[in-house]
């Protein structure tokens, strides 16, 4: 808030310490000056009495407090030229306006504020200030209001306390624990000694009774406190000051303080002096009706105080068996059904104490039998006291009462143990009785229905439940397995329920009763199983293993996924309830050993892992890895299986081990070749030599033939006419042809290079037809020597590929040809060989007149492992790897055409644009 350069000085450079203090104090505090207006106020105080303060310039006091009583006059808060309506403007006007040593003012003060500013209660302090020979005010204040609605609900809880203390008609008064002085007495009290509450405060009872009196009183304060019990004293004799004296019957009760010690005694008398009368005069006119007692169709008898029948009437008599002259003398306790005379002796001294009692038991007749009796027995102090009894046979009303009680009872169970919530109602739609399901189920907080309407309880029942209980008060019974209903509060509901009447004994409609039954848990339940089994199936079917579930027992399929359905070929009706010979294979004879293994391991809790041969639906042999596991659903042992087909992965590993076979036979040709080469180079070396020694005449030559005597030119004709020439030049052309093969075998063992670069296709067609020459099946199968070759070479450009993945796949092509040409027994078979270039492709064809190809097999010819062949006469892999390099590799085309049992060709067509191969796949 802005103030004066006085206050700014004062509140912020000067006292900058005491400007933070006032700010962080907990206390509101404001400065008034010298013309009653608040001239600043801490954060505190701006909480108090609201954000006025940032608001206005130099506010009034009745604008800064949101006073419900300012006006617009600025020379004051309310009325001119003072509020005399506000004590805190009074009293800051009264404190600028004192002497210097006025004293501080503080109060407490309710602030009737503006609407929008809740009522507030403040404890304030209002302080003068001098400085700068001006006048100024500082006003402190504290929050009360808590405290002081507190002090208000104090006040109204101990008028309401006080309001049933003073109306009780039963005189209660408080004494202290220490001196056992009144210290509270009520309206009654008052009424019944005859003093006022003003005489007994403070004082005690021997200040108003008799001394013995007084002990007594005193005695029974005492025995309260030191025990801290509540003592009954039923009768007592108190002498009043206008009544006289009074018999009164009083329960004392200490009151302990919060460490468990009485701090006061808490005393309730009531006036029995009148009903104490009544029973002496009663007793005096007992004495007169001996007679009519004696023909009394109750049972009565007279008894000392220790429960010795001293006379009984004869209708006592008959109820019990005896005879009137054998029951003088006897103790009441040997009729009782389980005698036990300590316990006589304590009710009967009850009784003498109390003077009268009225009790149901069960006595003894003298034959053994039980009987139910009703007894009322009275107290008369005369000879010494009796115990005067009236017995009653009620056998045949307890009887029934047991009867009603245990149907009740039974009623009762069964009605509170249902499943059902119940109520029962008249006609008029009334609450009879509902069980506690009910009062749960539907929300009831009032537990006490009993009596009100059904529509006073449950307002919101739609009209469809009203009709229905108007057709059942009609006699109808009606009722729903599945119903929904709409709560109050918007959610749903459902209750399986039954509506249907009750008959009074005329057999007219008493009312009816409703049995509801709550099931939006057990419908939850049955939409969570929906979407759980929908879940369910839906893993099952989409996992892309095959999944089945077998009975333990007889191995019986109870379910299976389409994952395993598609790998054995079965149909999903004709797998359910399917027993295989084998719990873990189709096969009609399978490994008898692996199977025991297996089961001991599931028996014994194991999870099994196993490679499995197995048998399709076709009777195709496959290899399936299998999970299998013992498992407990829905109560029941089955056997759960997780199959996946291993056949290619099984068929690869063989091909792996085949194919380090042929890599260890590679690795062996080349070294062969070496070792053939070094013999080749000597005898092509020793042949060129002979030649030259006997062909051409030489110095060295004829100086030799000369010193043998031989003539060198007779020598040569010798030789000429004797093809001896001709034989060591086809010597000669077999080496040189032998060392061309050996190049080939190594340039083709060699590691493929992996880059790309321009080739010569047709010299690697060349290439791979001379080594192809040279491969023929060591059974005879096929023998390229006897197949004849045309060659088309059209192809003129450089083809950008690795070299020895195109001789592979061509040598593949060739051999598949001359294995079709085998098993067609041509006369002539012959392979067309043609390249040539097509729309910026290379296009290779390898043709044969071979077997051809079925349609059928046509579109798997590329597929792994797929072959034609007996078992050990291919892998299947041939033209899947020769497909791979060309489209995965070279990203070019692989096409076959054929026509069956005429002829097939393959058609390769490879890109001439420059590429980077593919690499393989790990």
């Given amino acids: 808030m802005k103030g004066t350069d006085c206050s700014r000085r004062f509140v912020s450079d000067a006292h900058e310490g005491m400007r933070l203090v006032i700010d962080a104090a907990p206390l509101g505090m404001v400065i008034f000056n010298d013309r009653a207006r608040v001239d600043y106020a801490n954060p505190q105080a701006e909480t108090f009495f609201g954000p006025r303060a940032a608001a206005v310039e130099h506010p009034t006091c009745g604008e800064f407090l949101a006073c419900a009583n300012r006006h617009d006059d600025p020379r004051g808060c309310g009325h001119a030229p003072a509020c005399s309506q506000c004590p805190l403007f009074q009293t800051i006007s009264a404190i600028l306006a004192g002497p210097e040593d006025s004293p501080c003012c503080e109060g407490e003060l309710p602030l009737n504020r503006d609407p929008g500013f809740p009522a507030l209660w403040i404890k304030y302090k209002i302080s003068p200030l001098l400085l700068d020979r001006r006048r100024w005010a500082v006003l402190t204040a504290d929050d009360i209001t808590r405290h002081k609605q507190a002090e208000e609900e104090l006040r109204q809880a101990n008028a309401f306390l006080t309001s049933i203390f003073e109306n009780i008609p039963t005189m209660v008064f408080i004494k202290d624990a220490k001196d056992l002085r009144f210290v509270r007495f009520n309206r009654a009290g008052e009424e019944l000694l005859g003093h006022s509450r003003e005489e007994l405060f403070g004082r005690n009872d021997y200040d108003f009774f008799p001394r013995e009196q007084a002990d007594f009183f005193v005695e029974k304060d005492r025995e309260v ?96 068996g005896y005879a009137q002259d054998e029951l003088p003398g006897m103790n009441v306790t040997r009729l009782k059904a389980v005698p036990d005379p300590s316990v006589t002796a304590k009710w009967n001294q009850r009784i003498i104490e ?86 749960d189920e539907y929300h ?18 739609p009209r469809k439940w009203r009709d229905v209980h108007q057709r059942a008060l009609a ?42 039954e709550l099931i939006t848990a057990r419908k939850q339940a049955e939409q969570q199983l929906q979407a759980s089994e929908a879940l369910y199936h839906a893993l099952f079917d989409a996992t892309p293993l095959g ?33 295989p010979t084998h719990f873990c294979t189709f096969r009609e004879a399978g490994d008898e050993d692996q199977e025991r293994r297996l089961l001991g391991q599931l028996r014994a809790g194991e ?32 056997i759960m299986t997780f199959a996946q087909d291993i056949t290619e992965k099984k068929q690869m590993q063989d091909f792996l081990i085949q194919n380090e076979k042929v890599m260890s ?52 004709r010798y030789l000429e006419e004797r093809n001896v020439f001709r034989s060591l030049e086809a010597v000669r052309e077999a080496v040189l042809r032998s060392a061309a093969l050996v190049a080939t075998m190594l340039e083709f063992a060699r590691k493929p290079e992996t880059c790309c670069s321009p080739h010569d296709i047709n010299y690697l067609l060349e290439k791979t037809i001379e080594l192809a020459a040279t491969d023929y099946d060591l059974k005879k199968k096929y023998d390229f020597r006897n197949i004849r070759i045309e060659a088309d070479f059209a192809l003129r450009d450089q083809v950008p590929c690795v070299a020895s993945e195109l001789e592979q796949v061509f040598l593949n092509l060739l051999r598949n040809s001359a294995q079709s040409l085998r098993q067609a027994q041509r006369e002539a078979p012959v392979i067309r060989l043609r390249t040539y270039r097509k729309d910026g492709w290379a296009v290779v064809e390898v043709e044969d007149n071979g077997t051809g190809i079925a349609p059928g097999i046509r579109k798997k010819i590329f597929d792994p492992f797929f ?15 020769s497909f791979h390099i060309i489209v995965q590799r070279h990203l070019g085309e692989m096409l076959v055409e054929s026509e069956e049992g005429a002829w097939t060709r393959f058609i390769v067509r490879l890109p001439l644009a420059q590429g980077t191969p593919r690499q393989p796949r790990a």
């Fill in 547 to 579: 999944l089945s579930i077998q009975d333990w027992d007889d191995f019986s399929f109870i379910e299976a996924n389409q994952a395993f359905l598609d790998l054995y070929g079965f149909s999903g009706g004709a797998i359910k309830g399917f027993r």
């Fill in 354 to 439: 109390k003077g009268s009692a009225f009790f149901e038991h069960r006595y003894r007749r003298k034959d053994g039998s039980l009987i139910d009796v009703e007894v009322s027995v009275r107290f008369i102090a005369l000879d010494g006291g009796k115990l005067v009894a009236f017995w009653r046979d009620i056998s045949e009303r307890k009887k029934a009462e047991r009867e009603l009680a245990h149907s009740h009872e039974l009623m009762r169970y069964v009605i509170e143990h249902s499943r059902s919530a119940i109520a029962v109602h008249d006609r008029d739609l009334r609450y009879i009785y509902v069980s506690q399901r009910y009062l």
């Fill in 665 to 716: 036979l590679g690795v062996l040709a080349a070294g062969m070749a070496h070792e053939i080469n070094n013999p080749l180079g000597i005898i092509s070396q020793g042949v060129q030599n002979v030649l030259r020694r006997t062909r051409e005449p030489i110095p060295g030559n004829l100086q030799a033939a000369a010193e043998c005597q031989i003539s060198f030119a007779g020598l040569n």
């Fill in 607 to 638: 999870v099994v892992h196993a490679e499995i041969r197995d048998r399709n639906r076709k009777g195709e042999t496959i290899w399936v890895a299998k999970t299998i596991r013992k498992v407990t659903l829905h109560g029941m042992e089955r």
């Fill in 225 to 320: 406190l030191r025990g801290k019990r509540v003592v009954d004293i039923p009768e007592e004799k108190l002498l009043t000051k206008n009544r006289g004296e009074r018999i009164l019957y009083t329960k004392k009760v200490p009151v302990c303080d919060e460490r468990g010690e009485p701090a006061y005694l808490l005393g309730i008398s009531m006036d029995i002096t009148e009903h104490k009368r009544s029973l002496d005069a009663l007793a005096d006119k007992e004495r007169y009706l001996q007679t009519i007692l004696a023909t009394n169709l109750d049972g009565f008898l007279v008894l000392d105080p220790d429960g010795t029948i001293q006379e009984a009437n004869q209708a006592f008599c008959a109820m019990t």
């Fill in 444 to 461: 009831v907080k009032d537990a006490d229905i009993i009596g009100r309407h059904h529509y006073e309880v449950l307002p919101d029942i």
């Fill in 867 to 881: 072959t034609t062949k007996k078992i050990g006469e291919g892998t299947g892999l041939g033209l899947s790897v």
């Fill in 475 to 516: 006699g109808e019974i009606l009722s729903a397995e599945e119903d929904s209903y709409l709560r109050g509060d918007g959610s749903v509901e459902w209750t399986r329920w039954e509506c249907r009447p009750w008959y009074r004994a005329d057999g007219d409609v008493g009312g009816i009763v409703i049995y509801t």
